[in-house]
């Protein structure tokens, strides 16, 4: 009889099906593991645990912003951080974090096939199987989006007992995968807003970001890609608007929402808030295990000395006093500079900062952050929480999926005609640049305004590079960038499958046999 050990971590804060009530830790065997529906909820949990852990949440920002034309990473200091923002393509197979990150991915595989081989034979009440099915179909599908516009062809584990699983015959295969799982997830799970769960607005944002993403990769002849015989343009963009609307513009579905107010999405302390359809819950009360809480503003805020500062909030222009920085990322100056051309009064450059505070007595005293250096520069607040009081510990989430996102899902996969008023929606919340139909000829220029969009609206939340795969625009976009103290970005001897995917873990190369 198979037996494993599973630690069982409490998600702090989060309701419903996302909570438990109790933490415990032993030897279970899979017979009394899945006899009922507490232990197999901590099977589910821990295919979430996987995502919380730094390996994950913390690089999807290096990979996912500072790779592109939007931010940079600042402390070159820091290896192996500068082999993935540098793309120095040659040492990324033995990297150690683009290993971790891989495999976190495959630790959250494992769980979720578990629960799906064991639960339905169960004896605990459907619908308590129903949801615990259902999230880790959604996860399994998840992790794999993750993976394939990451890597391309990856090991296609599906079963627990594959201790070797083959690599993934072409992208069609990958990707068929992908959309079954979701397919049946969302037949599984109900509208229940959760945060750091998945429900079935989840499962529906995750089936739209699929189908948009490869009929954009397709049309775009990004590589691999434009030779899947699955995807049919037209047809994958009518399946993302199908499943978008579900989550947009759906009379039955009142649980989420575009949050008219920019700055309650990043929130810290409304962690179940309207527009977070999926988020890694991080609270400052957790557990002292790095993950429970989150260390995230340190990668954005600047260094003091070791000193915590104080931000002049942009609501009500209180102070609040927040950790030290590493002063890691960076936005690129062409990033605010295209932002202010779009529209100065944008609410979204209200989140740049080019000062910090120190107080002195009563008073609080200006530290300007120009001219730049390695420590002072135009730092982005978004992701900040002032009631850690200093601390590093801190409850900032991850944000995965907000309502926003699928808003412009859905206006490109409609096109210009009819996506328009989705996209200004979004832009008008913010005092944003407000769209004309007559300045798009075709849909291939709508799609390419939404495209500028999504780095104003998620810059920072790891989307970018993501986007110019689909696009097939790394190159284009990134050539050339800009970083304080260094010479611009080079990407000449970099061939255009390495910008397309990033190689798989010469380790795991090593270890499976299936994949020489």
Not at 274 to 286: A, D, P, T
Request: charged share 20%; proline share 3%.
């Amino acid at each position: 009889m198979k037996k494993y050990i599973i630690t069982l971590f409490l998600f702090m804060g989060l309701v419903s099906s996302c909570d438990l009530k109790e933490d415990p830790y032993g030897i279970y065997s899979k017979e009394n593991m899945f006899s009922n529906e507490a232990g197999a909820q901590s099977v589910l949990l821990s295919a979430y645990r996987s995502l919380c852990d730094v390996d994950y949440s913390i690089m999807l920002i290096y990979f996912g912003d500072m790779t592109t034309d939007i931010a940079y990473n600042n402390r070159m200091d820091d290896q192996p951080y500068p082999e993935i923002t540098e793309w120095k393509i040659s040492a990324l197979a033995n990297n150690i974090w683009i290993l971790n990150f891989y495999k976190t991915l495959y630790r959250t595989i494992n769980s979720a096939c578990d629960v799906i081989e064991n639960v339905p034979g169960a004896t605990f009440p459907e619908a308590a199987k129903s949801r615990i099915l259902g999230e880790a179909y959604f996860l399994r599908g998840y992790a794999y989006y993750q993976l394939a516009w990451m890597y391309g062809k990856v090991p296609m584990k599906l079963t627990t007992t594959e201790s070797f699983p083959k690599l993934a015959k072409d992208l069609d295969e990958v990707y068929g995968q992908i959309i079954k799982d979701l397919t049946e997830s969302e037949k599984l799970l109900t509208i229940s807003r959760s945060p750091g769960c998945a429900d079935k607005v989840a499962a529906w944002a995750m089936l739209a970001k699929t189908y948009l993403f490869l009929a954009s990769a397709k049309e775009n002849n990004a590589l691999l890609y434009k030779d899947m015989t699955s995807v049919n343009v037209t047809s994958y963009y009518t399946e993302a608007a199908k499943w978008a609307k579900k989550v947009v513009d759906n009379p039955e579905q009142t649980v989420y929402s575009l949050d008219p107010n920019i700055y309650n999405v990043y929130d810290c302390n409304k962690q179940n808030g309207q527009e977070h359809i999926f988020l890694l819950s991080h609270y400052r009360s957790g557990s002292s295990t790095e993950g429970d809480y989150s260390k995230l503003p340190r990668y954005f805020l600047p260094g003091n000395g070791g000193a915590a500062f104080y931000v002049k909030s942009p609501v009500n222009g209180s102070y609040g006093i927040t950790c030290d920085g590493w002063s890691v990322c960076v936005a690129t100056d062409k990033l605010r500079s295209d932002m202010e051309v779009a529209s100065a009064i944008d609410k979204r450059l209200t989140f740049f900062h080019n000062a910090y505070y120190k107080k002195s007595g009563e008073n609080y005293v200006v530290e300007s952050m120009v001219p730049q250096n390695l420590t002072h520069y135009v730092y982005t607040s978004k992701f900040l929480d002032v009631n850690a009081e200093g601390t590093e510990r801190t409850s900032v989430p991850s944000y995965l999926i907000r309502f926003s996102e699928i808003v412009l899902v859905y206006a490109e996969a409609l096109g210009k005609t009819e996506g328009l008023q989705w996209l200004n929606r979004v832009t008008a919340r913010v005092n944003g640049r407000q769209y004309q139909a007559s300045e798009f000829a075709n849909d291939a220029q709508f799609r390419s305004a939404i495209l500028q969009e999504r780095a104003f609206e998620f810059c920072f939340e790891h989307k970018r590079l993501e986007d110019l795969r689909r696009f097939n625009l790394v190159r284009t976009m990134v050539q050339g960038k800009k970083c304080f103290g260094r010479a611009d970005t080079d990407l000449s001897s970099v061939t255009d499958v390495q910008l397309a995917f990033f190689p798989i873990p010469q380790r795991e190369i090593d270890l499976n046999p299936n994949l020489k």
